[in-house]
């Protein structure tokens, strides 16, 4: 997977927060962050709470700017630096799915899902088709006219990943999408993800602080510091696939890789 | 017994209560100051067969609802172009709020030198209390539109356009209507007060008449007429809303069937 191509390619990330009056010095929170993401990979990040996480991946997204540093998609510079001339998403090419499942409220599940693809004038038979085939997936069928409030949460969640899965960008950001629902859930969501990823290989990178979730879900772990965020260990998963999550823990060296990330999170 | 069941018998109660209270008063100060609830209601069928009672409650709310379209509309489309345009709604903004503290009923007389006496100077009032308690509930809305569904939809594609359709505007929508919902008794009151300082119709101008005649029973009629419009116009709002938010998850504890809040 090292010979193909990288989809992704950060350079020298860097990004401060505006000082606040009064005082000289304006926090770090990502510091000369650079990795590679290859084409059809599945890359996790983990990382303590409050380590930039969330910026770095906003800033991949464009929704934010960065103070320094480069980002290439598929070799081409995208403009990172200059917070006005952002481009969210780039052109649809960097799907992000957030923390909160941000569904519209006024919108039907259905009506969430599909809004990208009306939006980009993509909504044709094919994508319709598609979005079945999601909602199947995902056992949300008959859900479908349903709002948000009305849904459990991890439904929510499947909603909010099949919304950004369903207009199929070649890139995928997440950022610990399965953080706030319980445990059962979050493993049925977790093998969910990997189901639907073995569909359609796109190029995910997955950012949490669950270090057991970053190694059952990737093909490759990269260990973020405390703030200011930079990429300090690397670790590359053999597991086979598809992987068996709730036997997962059991497997030789699932063990040892978890307690290296561990050490080295501290 | 239901508490529904209950709750209504209650207010029954109430209401009981309420005209036998009346009747007492009209017993011992007299007919001339209260009226009588059994006086004002026949009196009420009169003025509605004779048409009158009809005829002038129309006059009233035509004022009422020009004035609510006519301030309304601009004052939800407003804080859209502000928006995008934070100059200009900073410009504008002290002006926005001293125009919402002027005591608009002490306008009419204004309105009435430049729009004379027919429905214009009463639209006219109602348009300058129903366009600020609209724009500054609108504007609050606007401005708390969840920056996150924004970012989310920049990413899937959304152009500014697409922004303000799918997700400030649907957003917006629940705090236009609590400023229409405020407004509507407002823009009747509006209306009546016009009519009571310069009219030869309306409620306002029965209520007036009426008054000036020692005829207590009329004034109570209009009253009794004015308070059912208001309590039907906020069960209109309320039900509309209903349905035009019946994505919104339910709202804890009771609320109230007629304010909707």
Known sequence: MTAAPPILEVKGLTKRFPARTGETQSPLILADLSFRVAEQEFLTMVGPSGAGKSTLLNIIAQVDGASDGEIYFRGELIEATNATALNPGWNCQIGYVMQDDNLLPWRTLIDNVTLPLKLQGRYDDAAAARVETLLRATNLTGFERYYPHELSGGMRKRASLIRTLAYDPPIILMDEPFGAVDAQTRGQLQQDLLRLWNHGRKTIIFVTHDIGEAIALGDRVLVLSRSPAKVIAEHRVEIARPRDLGNLYKLDGFGDMFEAVRQQIQ | ?261
């Open chain 2, 1 to 261: 017994m239901p508490a529904v069941v209950r709750t209504y018998l209650d207010r029954f109660v109430v209401l009981v209560v309420v005209i036998a209270l009346w009747q007492a008063c009209s017993v011992v100060f007299g007919t001339i100051w209260f009226s009588s609830p059994w006086l004002v209601l026949t009196r009420l069928i009169e003025e509605l067969r004779s048409g009158e009672l009809f005829f002038n409650a129309i006059y009233t709310l035509k004022a009422a609802f020009y004035g609510a379209l006519l301030g309304g509309i601009p004052a939800m489309l407003l804080p859209f172009f502000l928006r995008r345009r934070p100059v200009a709604g900073a410009i504008l903004d002290p002006y926005l709020a001293a125009g919402y503290g002027v005591p608009k009923l002490a306008l009419a007389p204004l309105f009435i030198l430049w729009f004379g006496i027919d429905l214009e100077p009463k639209v006219a009032l109602v348009i300058s209390i129903v366009f600020f308690l609209v724009f500054f509930s609108t504007m609050s809305g606007v401005n708390a539109v969840n920056a996150q569904y924004v970012n989310v939809m920049r990413v899937c594609g959304a152009k500014e356009r697409d922004i303000a359709r799918h997700v400030v505007w649907p957003g917006a929508i629940p705090y236009a209507f609590a400023g229409f919902r405020i407004a509507a008794p407002y823009a009747i009151g509006a209306a009546v007060v016009g009519e009571l300082i310069s009219s030869n119709r309306g409620l306002g101008f029965m209520i007036n008449s009426g008054a000036t005649d020692f005829d207590t029973t009329l004034v109570f009629v209009a009253l009794v007429t004015l308070t059912i419009l208001v309590v039907a116009i906020n069960l209109l709002v309320a039900r509309a809303e209903r349905w035009l938010l019946r994505w919104r998850p339910p709202q804890q504890g009771l609320s109230s069937r007629v304010t909707g809040a």
